[in-house]
């Protein structure tokens, strides 16, 4: 594997957290290939199945939209390469935030993100991202309210 390789990667990774953090859906959108698999149901319970990308984002920009600021943490990358076809596995923090007055403004979950990539066009994009969910703490109930309240700012 070239070192280049692995840095795009990697970066693919990245620039998804960084698009999250940001509400840049334009930079987050330039991560995927044009449909991907998602696989969230270690942390809901029901989030899964082949969509477009762009289905993908609308899916959860308004829990993002709602919520006052994110930070997702990657960490420990392994990547696995079989010609234009590459697995990869990184630690992931991700701490969420809305104050409330039901509880705590904070609720963090970490585990760890398995990602199948391909490369399109000489670049390398997510096809299949699944979140393993190891832990989490702080008040859950944020997220349901911050669906909420992006529900009450849409027009």
């Known amino acids: 594997m070239s070192f280049e390789d692995h840095t795009e990667i990697v970066r693919r990774r990245y620039e998804y957290a960084l698009g999250i953090d940001t509400k840049d859906w334009g930079l987050f959108r330039g991560v995927f290939t ?3 698999a998602v696989d969230f149901t270690s942390y809901d319970g029901a989030t899964a ?3 477009s ?3 993908w984002i609308e899916s959860i920009k ?3 939209h709602g919520l006052e600021a994110t930070q997702h943490t990657m960490s420990n990358p392994i990547v696995e390469l079989d010609g234009d076809r590459a697995t990869l596995t990184m630690y992931m923090q991700a701490a969420h935030f809305l104050n409330n007055d039901k509880g705590d403004r904070e609720y963090t979950i970490g585990g760890y993100y398995f990602d199948k990539l391909e490369r399109v066009d000489g670049r390398w994009l997510i096809n299949s991202v699944t979140l393993n969910l190891l832990w989490s703490r702080g008040n859950a ?15």
């Open 34 to 36: 044009e449909e991907i």
């Open 53 to 55: 990308a762009l289905s």
């Open 49 to 51: 199945g082949q969509m």
């Open 141 to 155: 109930g944020i997220m349901s309210l911050a669906l909420e309240n992006s529900r009450q700012k849409a027009p």
């Open 62 to 64: 308004p829990l993002f």
